[in-house]
């Protein structure tokens, strides 16, 4: 019996790829009685139903989480929601800033709001590594969204409805994701951009994603963040794995982008625990009687970046991993 089996579960921006991924995974291995697909695109939605085959426990509610109204309808007797509703681009964000503050953040308070209302008893929201001492808007959306979501335990008044984050890299294969663009310029002869030789970044598979968040719901106290202990990758090794001898060429670093990512700060490692696969920051200020997990202190001074990783994949595991996403 699985984590959701017999629940009711809803998930914003269920038509992305980590929430067709998370459906799926579901309906195939935990029975719930009913999962809600949250999201703003009709055609997305249609699509997803013909690819899931149609399953009677999925519904499909037309929404954004801009609007809190129809956020407390969808909630009505969920029992789980994971907020992976978000814009992404790191680039647009620098063009449209308040966007992304009245999607990432507003949003995320009508989660907050409407599970609360609901009576939902357990919320997880998506984060990124770009919420770690972030630069760019996007970022620093996230991290406010963070914010949001751990001290909506404070926030939640009498309600038993509990609030945590899962923050992690990028996602191979995800939509957005480099590989399929550099496989599309790959395929063409083209060499591959590569906007700085230097950069690293942390890499995490989409099956992979969605057994921590699964795994991090059940232990969930309220208000941690957890954060996977997962590989780095150099930008130039899976350039030269997905287009061996194919070459390079330069190209200006986007605006907002870091040479490498950080998933914990230094600030941040006061407050954490590691455990056997995982790290935990903890509440800031756990108002309540805390019944999260356990763990070892990180040593003093500790930071969680994708260039002092001590976990990397050789080119060899990034060609086997770009080549599973063609089967």
């Known amino acids: 019996m699985g984590f959701f089996s017999g629940a009711e579960v809803l998930v914003t921006g269920g038509t992305g790829s980590f929430g067709q991924a998370f459906v799926r995974r579901l309906v195939e291995t935990d029975s719930p009685s009913r999962v809600v697909v949250f999201s703003r695109d009709e055609l997305k939605q249609s699509e997803m139903r013909l690819a899931l ?22 909630m009505n007797g969920i029992d ?22 009245a999607t990432n953040i507003g949003g995320s308070q009508n989660v907050v709001d409407a599970s609360i209302d609901a009576g939902v ?38 309600q038993d409805t509990r609030f945590s984050v899962v923050r992690y890299g990028n996602v191979m294969g ?55 202990k997962i590989p780095s990758m150099k930008i130039t090794d899976l350039a030269d794995a ?7 060429v330069p190209s200006e670093i986007r605006p907002g982008e870091k040479l490498h990512e950080e998933m914990i700060s230094e600030d941040d490692s006061r407050r954490t625990i590691e455990l056997e696969d995982r790290y935990v920051i903890l509440p800031t200020i756990p108002n309540w009687t805390y019944g999260g997990p356990s763990g070892t202190e990180v040593p003093d001074g500790f930071g969680y970046r994708s260039d002092t990783n001590s976990d990397w994949l050789t080119k060899e595991e990034l060609r086997a991993f770009s080549n599973a996403l063609d089967t």
């Open 53 to 74: 085959d149609n399953p009677h426990s999925v519904r499909y509610f037309i929404g954004d989480v801009r609007d809190r109204r129809r956020l407390t309808r969808a």
């Open 80 to 101: 789980y929601v994971v907020h992976a509703a978000a814009l992404k681009q790191v680039d647009t964000a620098e063009y449209n800033p308040f966007e992304y503050v």
């Open 121 to 158: 008893k357990k919320v997880i929201a998506l984060s990124t590594d770009k919420a770690s001492s972030p630069i760019n808007l996007y970022g620093a959306t996230k991290l406010v969204a963070d914010k949001v979501f751990q001290s909506a335990n404070n926030y939640s008044g009498r």
């Open 174 to 228: 995800s939509r957005g994701s480099v590989v399929p663009y550099f496989k599309n310029l790959a395929e063409q002869g083209h060499p591959l951009p590569i906007t700085d030789p230097r950069m690293t970044r942390f890499w995490i598979s989409l099956d992979q994603a969605v057994d921590f968040v699964v795994s991090s719901f059940s232990m969930m106290g309220g208000g941690e963040i957890f954060v996977p």
């Open 242 to 248: 997905i287009f061996p001898g194919g070459g390079t």
